[in-house]
């Protein structure tokens, strides 16, 4: 990894995420191949400026999907998904929404 915008690609945000960010202080990204629990924790305090308590990564797997017609079946490729804790009291502000 040359700089710390290479390891987080976005948030990935839906249902579930914004239970956990509201609930508990859990936030979603899609980061690099190659990137590490220390290197997304790294990036998280240094980009948004918040104390990160714990990662989790996870690789979710590819999904064969129809689009457009229902022959052509299409391959999504699988993606790498950090889940970051943050301390007590932190959010981030790209998750909070319409205030």
Do not use: C, H, W
């Amino acid at each position: 990894m040359s700089t710390i915008y290479d390891v987080i690609r976005r948030p990935l945000i839906t249902e579930k995420s914004n239970y956990q960010a509201g609930m508990l202080r859990q936030y979603v990204f899609e980061v690099a191949d190659t990137a590490t629990r220390t290197l997304v924790k790294d990036a998280i305090e240094r980009l948004f400026d918040v104390k990160v308590v714990r990662v989790n990564i996870m690789n979710t797997p590819a999904k064969r999907s129809r689009r457009r017609n229902r022959r052509l079946l299409v391959r999504e490729p699988g993606i790498k998904k950090a889940i970051v804790t943050l301390a007590e009291g932190q959010t981030l502000e790209i998750f909070e929404g319409v205030k």
